[in-house]
T-cell receptor, first 116, second 117 residues
């Protein structure tokens, strides 16, 4: 069964710092990996999706990398801002295996606080 | 425009009651999901429907019954509510499933906060 782990569970940094959030997964047979952002009382907003054949994806100040063979992904946030404060969730979509069809397995998230 | 909308956003009810949460997506997607986020913020899939057909039925008590009248709607009905059902329930949608749809992003609604007292 796929298990997704995110480290650290919480992170507090001053504004302007570059930071890295880590995600690891136990089964490398995945189709893609997705990073989400969750604000308090809100739903999930998709940030980046990396296909299993890709190594990284970039969107603005965000860069996500994927090393499928080692079961790891990182989300790099450049020049962090207070508005980046949220919980960041990593989720993997396993390769089709009957009952796993279409589902995402989530980590428990990294709660990020960026202070001015 | 809200892509995936679910109602109600907040629901407080007594044990033993029956309640429903409705979900609609206007993205033209053919696959919809219900996820549950527990008190420890852990998100786990409950159900998945593709073109109104049940695809995933996770180990969920049969007090939970999803209904998909059409591919734009996936409602969740819960019978005989228990304290442990208190959680945030997220509806989501995506286009397709499987290898051909592996690159498709899943879009989530804003969640329904259910509190059973």
């Amino acid at each position: 069964k796929q298990e997704v782990t995110q480290i650290p569970a919480a992170l507090s940094v001053p504004e302007g710092e570059n930071l890295v959030l880590n995600c690891s997964f136990t089964d490398s047979a995945i189709y893609n990996l997705q990073w989400f952002r969750q604000d308090p009382g809100k739903g999930l907003t998709s940030l980046l999706l990396i296909q299993s054949s890709q190594r990284e994806q970039t969107s603005g100040r965000l860069n996500a990398s994927l090393d499928k063979s080692s079961g790891r992904s990182t989300l790099y946030i450049a020049a962090s801002q207070p508005g980046d404060s949220a919980t960041y969730l990593c989720a993997v979509r396993p390769a089709n295996r009957g009952s796993t069809l279409g589902r995402l397995y989530f980590g428990r998230g990294t709660q990020l606080t960026v202070w001015p | 425009d809200t892509a995936v909308s679910q109602t109600p956003k907040y629901l407080v009810t007594q044990m033993g009651n029956d309640k429903s949460i409705k979900c609609e997506q206007n993205l033209g997607h053919d696959t919809m999901y219900w996820y549950k986020q527990d008190s420890k913020k852990f998100l786990k899939i409950m159900f998945s429907y593709n073109n109104k057909e049940l695809i995933i039925n996770e180990t969920v008590p049969n007090r939970f019954s999803p209904k998909s009248p059409d591919k734009a709607h996936l409602n969740l009905h819960i019978n005989s509510l228990e304290l442990g059902d208190s959680a945030v329930y997220f509806c989501a949608s995506s286009q397709g499933q499987g290898p051909r749809a592996s690159g498709n992003t899943i879009y989530f609604g804003e969640g329904s906060w259910l509190t059973v007292v």
